[in-house]
């Protein structure tokens, strides 16, 4: 930058050398300027989700699929398996592999609120994941609610025994009491 004297009022008068832009312009500058407009746009992103976690959840549909395939390779325990105990003692395990329900029962058993009703789909004559039972819920269907209906409400062995046949089961009582990584 040189100094001088001051350029009349009204006038413009340039100081940097003559880049490809002009008097007073260089590839450096407008570099420069690129990178700190980059920054500005990345640094308001990570401002609007506090503690590193994103401002809305985000589920494995908003990920593309080379992304997906290449978060899931890096990501320990994809899928965990979930404990709830219903009424009097009795347990069931559900099979969660969806990376939103995933950390959902994770934040349940730290003792977060949300959602604790496991609600999904029965697929009898399967134990899967949870034996000794001959069912468990399908988990492509597995979500979490706040309360549930009469009609699908119950204990494991009622669905067991037939005495609860609805598609789907939804334990209002159901307490998350372990989650397991699935290997």
Request: hydrophobic share 45%; charged share 20%.
């Amino acid at each position: 930058m040189r100094v001088g004297r001051a350029a009349p009022m009204g006038s413009v008068r340039s100081v940097g050398p003559v880049g490809p832009w002009g008097r007073g312009g260089s590839v450096v500058s407008v570099v420069s300027v690129a990178v700190a407009a980059v920054a500005v746009v990345l640094l308001a992103a990570c401002s609007a989700a506090p503690s590193g976690r994103s401002a809305a959840p985000v589920g494995a549909d908003d990920l593309s699929p080379a992304l997906a395939a290449s978060v899931g390779a890096h990501v320990a325990a994809a899928s965990v398996t979930a404990t709830f105990r219903v009424g009097g003692g009795e347990t069931f395990r559900v099979e969660l592999d969806r990376p939103d329900l995933v950390e959902h029962v994770r934040r349940l058993l730290a003792g977060e609120g949300g959602p604790t009703v496991p609600i999904g789909a029965v697929v009898r004559d399967d134990p899967g994941p949870n034996a000794p039972w001959s069912w468990h819920l399908d988990p492509d269907t597995v979500e979490f609610a706040s309360s549930a209906v009469d009609a699908c409400d119950g204990t494991p062995s009622e669905v067991e025994g037939g005495f609860l046949d609805a598609q789907d089961y939804c334990p209002r009582a159901a307490e998350l009491v372990a989650v397991d990584d699935v290997p």
